[in-house]
């Protein structure tokens, strides 16, 4: 897909009977020529009727903080959705969540709040979704999530995981929180959902 062209896609067509596109913020790093596909993609989304969503998935291997947030900047404009952990939001955005430490287990349900707000504020999204995780040991983390939509924080039950293969947990919470808001679940019921998928 890196090397793939704008005349590549008929948005029109791929976007033909589907209900929501979701990519993550790898797409757009990939390249020069993906950031431009991935803008074109959201405005065909959004044109076609389509909830659009996003997982920021910052990876500073692929690009900087800087062109990130320039490229992300414009691109977020067109979404939806927006799925983040506090590292993306403020390694991207430089917005962080106040009072927590992720490495030593402390949280601050206020501060990811903040977090939302201003993501929200920013970039108008419908809603917000936040993984949390609590890092006690390299193998043993607590996990939970937050939706915040319509000014309001719905906060999951936290789980106790001990870790075999982190690999997947973030894309299994975006699509159980896809399916559970496609399936009109409140949103207790849907943050609940995301984070039990996950």
């Avoid at 917005?95 to 201003?118: M, P, R």
């Avoid at 917000?128 to 607590?142: G, K, M």
């Avoid at 999951?156 to 975006?174: E, N």
């Amino acid at each position: 897909i890196a090397t793939a062209s704008e005349d590549d896609f008929d948005w029109d067509d791929v976007f033909s009977g589907a209900d929501w596109f979701h990519f993550t913020g790898i797409t757009p790093a990939l390249s020069d020529d993906m950031a431009k596909i991935t803008l074109e993609a959201v405005k065909a989304a959004n044109d076609n009727g389509l909830t659009v969503s996003c997982d920021l998935n910052f990876r500073k291997k692929l690009w900087t903080s800087e062109k990130a947030c320039a490229v992300m900047s414009d691109v977020l404009k067109h979404v939806d959705v927006c799925i983040a952990n506090e590292e993306d939001a403020k390694d991207v955005f430089g917005i962080e969540a106040e009072n927590t430490d992720i490495n030593s287990g402390k949280l601050d349900e206020e501060g990811y709040v903040s977090v939302a707000k201003q993501l929200t504020d920013r970039f108008g999204f419908k809603a917000v979704a936040i993984t949390l995780r609590e890092s006690l040991s390299a193998n043993d983390n607590n996990w939970s999530g937050m939706l915040f939509a319509g000014g309001n924080a719905y906060f999951s039950k936290k789980y106790a995981m001990h870790i075999v293969d982190r690999v997947g947990g973030g894309d299994s919470f975006g699509g159980g929180l896809i399916y559970s808001l496609l399936s009109n679940y409140d949103k207790q019921k849907a943050i609940e959902f995301a984070v039990a998928a996950s």
